[in-house]
């Protein structure tokens, strides 16, 4: 296991012991991070506006387009290393 991916598993779990939910916006930047850094760019159809939820975590996904899995694991890594220091909204 890489380095990248042993962050990526840790940070798997870091994020269920946060102290505090983070924002909706937040929550979708890891959605978005992990379902790149796990299945790479998003495929199928965008939800319609009858499950806008769906619609937004799509979206999300889908503007990762690109972005190498090991980047995208690096990323959430990060992102949750920033929530547990508190330094990320």
Same mark, same amino acid.
């Given at each position: 296991? &890489?380095?990248?991916?042993? !962050?990526?598993? !840790?940070?798997?779990?870091?994020? +269920? !012991? *946060? #102290? ?6 937040? *929550? =979708? ?10 299945? @790479? ?6 939800? @319609? ?5 769906? +619609?937004? +975590? ?7 387009? @690109?972005? #190498?899995?090991?980047?995208? +694991? ?7 290393? $920033? =929530?547990?220091? @508190? &330094?990320? $909204?």
């Amino acid at each position: 296991m &890489s380095d990248v991916d042993v !962050q990526f598993v !840790q940070a798997q779990e870091d994020v +269920k !012991q *946060l #102290p505090e939910r983070p924002g909706n916006l937040t *929550l =979708l930047r890891l959605y978005a991070l992990f379902k790149q850094a796990t299945l @790479g760019d998003a495929r199928g159809d965008t939800p @319609g506006l009858t499950d806008i939820i769906a +619609k937004y +975590k799509h979206d999300a996904w889908a503007a990762l387009r @690109g972005t #190498p899995q090991n980047t995208a +694991k690096q990323r959430y890594a990060e992102l949750v290393e $920033a =929530l547990k220091n @508190g &330094s990320a $909204a």
